[in-house]
């Protein structure tokens, strides 16, 4: 099951020659919960924006194999992994973008000893990028970049700051209802959710093909919006921060790679991770029978045909261990095993809707977590 055998359009479409996303925007703690990482497992991640992959690094498992159908997206994660090697925890921060810095091009003449060639020739013609800190960098952060000056202008910056006052889940409930829930916001979702203007924050028109069961994209998001704003503590939510203010409030409300007390873990794991660039189903014809325990496949499905997903999900039976996890996510596209796979999969429908219920990034519609049956285990 190649793209390129089944799907010829997607490695042909203009987005993947650009660097989309240079942030995570998927909840680690969804993936620390629904994987078995650690000491001695394998792990292959999507790697988007790197930030996941790099978290779950920090738990340390023996190798970590990062794939992405686009190069730049690797190039990222390589400089991500340069950075960490090169830079004490505040440079790190500071050189992401994460803290404020008048040096990050000078302090990249040091991290970029540290890059693979093909990456440091890439970075080495992105100053500005650079400077402005890499993690604004994507098309998807440039994208929320409008939203949120539209946002300070429907809202006022007052009332924009004062979401982040709220001191419980009342609070947040009845700010919401009084100050927030107006008509121009309503208004608002629904003009920059629709399809052309989603198409700007980075989702090609070929990622909508197999989108179904969704009237409006605008309602749909405000819903999730809503969710995360009424029924989930708004304070250490960094996903809302940077969408509000492009950036991260304070240094413990971060993805788990920045935190200062897993930097150490995360360096020492650096070298067990493998970057690769390519089409995900050549990587797991590559890979031995029974050699991966988890997989974390972010939403990568929603792009594929129903039976290149299904090839796909026997593909990773193939290469996983007994037992293994693994766990994906639906933006637009609901895609769940088929029933002819429940011989090899057994799905935990009801991890899966908690984790999806306190999903701080909020966006996504489903979530996915499975065992893989094989050799006689039902799956864990």
């Known amino acids: ?23 995570c925007w998927e909840d680690p703690r969804m993936d620390f919960e629904a994987l078995d990482v650690g000491p001695g497992k394998t792990l292959l991640s999507v790697t988007s924006g790197g ?24 190039w990222l994660l390589n400089l991500k992994i340069a950075g960490a090697r090169t830079l004490e925890h505040r440079a790190y921060l500071e050189f992401l973008g994460a803290h404020d810095s008048r040096n990050r091009w000078e302090t990249y003449q040091t991290v970029r000893q540290a890059l693979p060639a093909d990456a440091r020739r890439y970075w080495d013609t992105q100053r500005r990028a650079i400077e402005r800190g890499v993690l604004r960098a994507g098309r998807y952060e440039r994208y929320l970049t409008a939203f949120r000056r539209l946002l300070r202008a429907i809202q006022g910056r007052k009332t924009v700051a004062r979401l982040f006052e709220s001191a419980s889940l009342e609070q947040q409930h009845r700010f919401y209802e009084e100050r927030w829930d107006t008509l121009p916001w309503r ?60 950036r991260y409030l304070d ?22 991770i493998e970057v690769v660039t390519g089409e995900l189903g050549d990587v797991l014809r590559a890979l031995p029978d029974s050699s991966v325990d988890a997989f974390n496949y972010s939403n990568v499905f929603e792009w594929v045909p129903g039976d290149t997903f299904e090839a796909m999900l ?12 693994l766990c994906y996510r639906n933006l637009l596209v609901l895609r769940r095993h088929p029933p002819n796979l429940d011989r090899l999969f057994t799905p935990h429908r009801a991890l899966a809707a908690r984790l999806l219920d306190a999903d701080r990034s909020f966006v996504y519609r489903n979530f996915e977590v499975a065992s893989v049956r094989k050799n006689g285990t039902a799956g864990a």
């Open 251 to 272: 240094d413990t409300a971060v993805p788990p790679y920045l935190a200062a007390e897993r930097y150490d873990a995360l360096r020492a794991t650096l070298d067990r």
């Open 51 to 74: 930030c996941n992959t790099l978290s779950l690094a920090t738990l340390q498992p023996t190798r970590i194999i990062a794939v992405d159908l686009n190069p730049v997206q690797s």
């Open 187 to 246: 208004l608002f979702f629904r003009v920059f959710f629709c399809r052309s203007v989603l198409g700007m924050g980075g989702l090609d028109p070929a990622f909508f093909t197999y989108v179904s069961g969704i009237r409006s994209f605008g309602e749909h998001f405000r819903a999730r919006a809503r969710h995360a704003l009424v029924e989930l503590p708004i304070r250490d939510n960094y996903f809302i921060a940077q969408i509000c203010f492009g």
């Open 1 to 23: 099951m190649q793209a390129n055998d089944t799907c010829p359009e997607i490695l042909d479409r203009p987005v993947f020659g650009r660097l989309l996303f240079a942030q």
């Open 314 to 325: 026997r593909a990773t039976h193939r290469v996983a261990t007994p037992g293994a996890r």
